[in-house]
């Protein structure tokens, strides 16, 4: 009976807590994934959770906090199944750029100027937006999300300083990111070469590259396409520098079109 109205308490407690709210509580434990908090209102047992993702940004969750130390948290979720409520300190410790992140909705279009170019991405400085606490930029482009062609070096496509539109993917509430694309806003050249291109029709193309199960041909500005390594000739070959080599100037016939995961499958034996 006692378990039983105990567990009636917590989901009486929390019925009282939406999404969004903000609470207060004392952290209970602190652990590598995350933190247990003890809720003001309900101190009977530690009911709210800061994951791994949540905790402040740019630091090791739980960095800087201790057992019996206050806290400010964001609710991101009440789960009555686990009887949690899930937090976000992220949320309370930068509150404007936490807000302004919040608002973004997925499709809107966002403009800036490159901040900088790492090895990993690249940084815009959003021109409503806050500044970073830490990074140079709000906005991040994944190196996928720069083109739809293949480059070699991000700064091939943007430079520093260069001002540029991008439609926003979604909040990364673990870096206090919005997360950006940028070929998004330019037209997919695969699609309108899968528009006017059949299977079964022969090609004119470039080796671009050479892989331990085949080669790359690049046959339209943008558009390359994979020759299987039993595609390259009728005997079998081990490796692809048997038959082609980069550079080489081939004619290949088309597979397969498989626009949903952008992928061309040529032959150059069919040829």
Known sequence: MGELLADQAVRRFLSTIRVGDLCRGTVAEVTRSGMSVTLDGFGARPLGVVGPLDGP????????MAAGQRITAEVIDVDFDKSQVLLSTAATEHRELWMFLKRLQPGEILSGAVAA??????????????????FPGVGFITFPELSWTRFEDASDVVEVGQRVSCEFLQFDTWNGEARLSLRALQPDPFATF???????????????????????????????????????????????????????????????IDVERRRLALSLRRA
């Open 57 to 64: 940004w740019l630091r090791n969750p739980g960095e800087g």
């Open 117 to 134: 170019i790492e090895s990993f991405g690249v940084f815009v400085a959003l021109d409503d937006g806050p500044e970073h606490p830490v």
């Open 194 to 256: 899968a528009e006017s291109t059949e299977v079964g029709q022969v090609l004119r193309g470039r080796v671009t590259k050479l892989i331990p199960f085949g080669a790359f041909v690049q046959v339209a500005d943008g558009i390359e396409g994979l020759v299987h390594l039993s595609e390259l000739a009728w005997t079998p070959v081990e490796t692809p520098e048997e038959v082609v080599q980069v550079v080489d100037q081939v004619s290949v016939v088309v597979m397969e």
